[in-house]
């Protein structure tokens, strides 16, 4: 079982060498890094160099925007097994050993899913269930992201390409849930995945600052979330779920008197209200 790592990565440089570290410790061996390189210049190039006789790195060069990335990455894949991590995430050095063994054993499966965490064990990125089971059109939102997703190929070869309408750099409004939207596709399609939350993915913890940017990044994800709940016709009472969980956000925040706060989960009821309607 070979895997395909495609990873795509601009502007960071620092982060890199932790995650091609963690490969370099994997217990597992049978895998190829697909490096979608968007800088403008060859920054990375010494940063791989030195990683190139441990295992097979690929660099290849793609336009701006998460989506577009991924899916050069995807056209040039071999492996059996794809893999979406980020340029500032790691691995556990038994993570590919145990996608290999859970795949192998349940080949009825056509994805393995786990959770995003920080170094103290923290979860991170997104809310995640505590239990182990399938992963359905409902609680697809509470059991991935796309740093622990562990996708066959036959899935991929059959689900088509990302959206490149999503996600970040996709030049619109939908700046998050891409991945949402391709695992939807693939249970709509007829493919099982299994979620575990003890398979993990390690990932800093982004401290929110509340500050613009996060607060537009906020109204983005919003954005891209309520897209996809439209694009695939969730039911009316899931929608309006969602929609209000960021209301409960912006009541907590003014009970804590923290004003900045408030107005990030304003934005992102916002946003998912416009993405909806869009």
């Known amino acids: 079982m070979k895997f395909s790592l495609i990873l795509a990565t601009i502007g960071r440089t620092q982060e890199l060498p932790r995650f091609l570290t963690s490969l370099d410790v994997q217990t597992y061996r049978n895998f190829e890094l697909i490096i979608v390189d968007q800088n403008k210049d060859d920054r ?56 290999t063994l859970f795949l192998s054993k349940y080949p009825g499966y056509g994805g393995y899913i786990g959770r995003s965490v920080d170094e103290e064990g923290d979860t991170v990125v997104s809310r995640f269930d505590s239990q182990t089971g399938v992963v359905s059109l409902r609680n697809v939102w509470r059991r991935a992201t796309s740093i622990s997703i562990f996708l066959r190929n036959d899935v991929i070869k059959y689900v088509g390409l990302f959206d490149e309408a999503l996600g970040a750099g996709s030049d619109t409004l939908y700046g998050s ?17 299994f979620y575990d939350p003890n398979l993990l993915v390690f990932h800093p913890n982004p401290a929110l600052q509340y500050d613009r940017s996060t607060i537009k990044r906020g109204f983005m994800y919003g954005c891209g979330m309520g897209w996809v709940l439209r694009k695939h016709h969730y039911p009316i009472g899931f929608v309006l779920y969602n929609w209000a969980r960021p209301l409960g956000g912006i009541i907590l925040s003014l009970l804590q008197m923290r004003p900045q706060k408030a107005i990030y989960h304003t934005f992102v009821f916002v946003g998912r209200i416009k993405g909806y309607l869009v």
């Open 44 to 99: 990375l190039v010494p940063i791989l160099e030195s990683y190139e006789s441990k295992f097979s790195i690929i660099r290849l060069k793609s336009l701006f925007g998460l989506s577009r990335a991924r899916n050069v990455g995807i056209k040039k894949a071999t492996g059996d097994v794809l893999v979406f991590p980020d340029d500032d995430c790691w691995y556990p050095m038994d993570l590919l050993e145990r996608v």
């Open 177 to 193: 849930s891409e991945e949402m939207d391709y695992l939807i596709r693939a249970i709509k399609s007829g493919f099982k995945l």
